[in-house]
């Protein structure tokens, strides 16, 4: 229970700007437990289940298959600006049709036909300017500062320390919120430090309900996740 190896699919945004506190309170208080990071595509995680304990992956609306889904946070996507941008010029947040005007820097799932970001402008009557798609949000900042359109990314991907050269815009409402969700093969018993993990990603989360379900003693029935910016940090973070 104490020694170990714990692997983690995952996207390259929950990678990058949530789990590197998460996974440092879990080796300090596990030191003999080793920690792999499969980081892919939104569309490639939960194919790399069958590799991994757990897989971390958002979704705006559905519940992931694959396994047992536990909701941790709920999140909302936020545009990213050079300073001076028509866009920051409004007097208002910007509505999917302003936003249709300007060419978009996104997610690569944003260029699937049956993604929520083309739902919403879809909805609206417009298309997105997709200019460029990337994995990564830092890349996105990149070409965002590079003058290639404005980005569209998650909010977790912000931070004050970097970005203090861009204007952090809120999206439209239409674009739908996201749920960060753990995904656990069926029949997978995890070790005290995989649970860990969950709960120091999900403090609402009930330890002995959550082993439960897990067993599969007991129907899943989640409290409802917080949103992001009331997500208790983890020490470190």
Known sequence: EHSGRLLLATTHTQARYVLPAAIAAVTRAYPQVSVDLLASGDAEVLARLDQADLALISTAGGVPQGGVAIPLYRWRRVLLVPRGHALATLPHPPALAELARHPLISYESSIRPDSSLQRAFASAGVSPQLALTARDANLIKTYVRAGLGAGLLAEMALTGSEDGDLRVLPAPEEIPECVTWAVVPRGRVLRDYALALLYGLAPQ?????????????????????????????TPGA
């Open 205 to 233: 989360l009930d330890r002995v309900d959550l082993r439960r379900v897990l067993e599969g003693n007991l129907q899943p029935n989640w409290p409802v996740p917080p949103v992001w910016s009331q997500v208790p940090r």
